[in-house]
Every structure is written in structure tokens, then in C-alpha cells.
T-cell receptor
Framework: ETGVTQSPTHLIKTRGQQVTLRCSSQ?????VSWYQQALGQGPQFIFQ???????GRGNFPPRFSGLQFPNYSSELNVNALELDDSALYLC?????????????FGPGTRLLVL | GNSVTQMEGPVTLSEEAFLTINCTYT??????LFWYVQYPGEGLQLLLK?????DKGSNKGFEATYRKETTSFHLEKGSVQVSDSAVYFC????????????FGKGTMLLVSP
């Protein structure tokens, strides 16, 4: 039990639609990272938010965007969904002070794009 | 760039057998190293970590030693249980401006009674 929750657990969308995934971090965790895990692969870093601002991004297009709120919740938004966006989306939170804190993962949202 | 290479699975063992899952890495800086475990249908759980060379991380009977000279962080357990069946991910983190995890592809472990 990491104290990180995600919603919804499963989601089905069609190509071209938009989706919003939500994450609730542990209280006091000011950093949230989002990862995409395709079937049979390791998680790939999408982006990271620190104190409500994006401070790092992986190799994902701009149609992947995010928000972080003062109440330790965050969102991942994906526009113009493509079939390859089908994956498990994981958020991870940490209390970023020295940069060496452990990231704690939520259970993930499984997205299927048809 | 940063990368992690893990042995391919599945690794199939009988209960009480010895486990080794190999992990090697390439990093541009001085990384911290992690093992995460993912049980079926669940997210990632931190299993153990090591932040500097020669550190040994351990948890629930699993252990791994940070070997800078061989750039390795192999996971071992002396006696596996059926409940250890899961996918194991080796990961590294290099802290520069912002810190993020770079994962290997994962190794599935199947333990039979």
C-alpha cells in the first residue's frame, strides 16, 4: 500500500478521442511523475511535475499534457488518441527535496484505444 | 544516454530454488539503482534500492549489490516461494535537475510448487 491512488482503473476509448486520467499522491509529496507501460515492456517516462509546474519530459508528443494541483492530485491528458496509446498508465509521487527520494507508484489506469 | 538491460524471461523455478535475475546498466552520471516488482494486474512496488557503489539493498529475502566496476545490480533470493511469481523490473535514476526512473523491460518469474 503506497498511498497513491489512480482513477479510473480501466478505460476504453476510440481513436481520435481525448482522455483524462487522475492520480492522488501521498500528502506532502510535491512531485508527481507519469509513466506509460505498454504490454510486455517496462514503464517509459512521460513527464514530471514539481510544485504544479512541468520540470521534465520524456520522448512523448505535446498531445500528452498534465496538470498538478495544490491538493497533491494530478491529471494526465491525452488528445487525439491513437491505437498505440493503449497501455497501463502509472503515476508515481515523491517528496522531492534533495532529488533522491523514492518514487511510490499507484496501481495504474489501463487504457484501451479501439 | 541511460539504459537498463535485464535477462529475458520467463524464469521458471521450483519452490525453494535459488533465484538470480541479471541486470546491467549504462548511465551518464552516478545512478541510484532499484528493483521494482509488479504482481498480476497491479502497479509497481519498490522491492529494494542501493544508492552508491558496494551498497547492498535487501527486502523480503531478496538482495542486490551495486557493482560499479561491472555496472550490474543482479537480484538474488536464496529460496523462492510461489507467492514470488511476478514481473521484476530493474531501474536506475540519475539526479540532474529533475530525477526520473529508467526501467528495463522486466523479467517474469514463475515459481511452481
Amino acid at each position: 500500500e503506497t498511498g497513491v491512488t489512480q482513477s479510473p482503473t480501466h478505460l476504453i476509448k476510440t481513436r481520435g478521442q481525448q482522455v483524462t486520467l487522475r492520480c492522488s499522491s501521498q500528502s506532502g509529496h510535491n512531485t508527481v511523475s507519469w509513466y506509460q507501460q505498454a504490454l510486455g515492456q517496462g514503464p517509459q517516462f512521460i513527464f514530471q511535475y514539481y510544485r504544479e509546474e512541468e520540470n521534465g519530459r520524456g520522448n512523448f508528443p505535446p498531445r500528452f499534457s498534465g496538470l498538478q494541483f495544490p491538493n497533491y492530485s494530478s491529471e494526465l491528458n491525452v488528445n487525439a488518441l491513437e491505437l498505440d496509446d493503449s497501455a497501463l498508465y502509472l503515476c508515481a509521487s515523491s517528496a522531492q527535496t534533495s532529488g533522491k527520494e523514492t518514487q511510490y507508484f499507484g496501481p495504474g489506469t489501463r487504457l484501451l484505444v479501439l | 544516454g541511460n539504459s537498463v538491460t535485464q535477462m529475458e524471461g520467463p524464469v521458471t523455478l521450483s519452490e525453494e530454488a535459488f533465484l538470480t535475475i541479471n541486470c546491467t546498466y549504462t548511465a551518464t552520471g552516478y545512478p541510484s539503482l532499484f528493483w521494482y516488482v509488479q504482481y498480476p494486474g497491479e502497479g509497481l512496488q519498490l522491492l529494494l534500492k542501493a544508492t552508491k557503489a558496494d551498497d547492498k539493498g535487501s527486502n523480503k529475502g531478496f538482495e542486490a549489490t551495486y557493482r560499479k566496476e561491472t555496472t550490474s545490480f543482479h537480484l538474488e533470493k536464496g529460496s523462492v516461494q510461489v507467492s514470488d511469481s511476478a514481473v521484476y523490473f530493474c531501474a536506475l535514476r540519475v539526479d540532474s535537475g529533475y530525477s526520473t526512473l529508467t526501467f528495463g523491460k522486466g523479467t517474469m518469474l514463475l515459481v511452481s510448487p
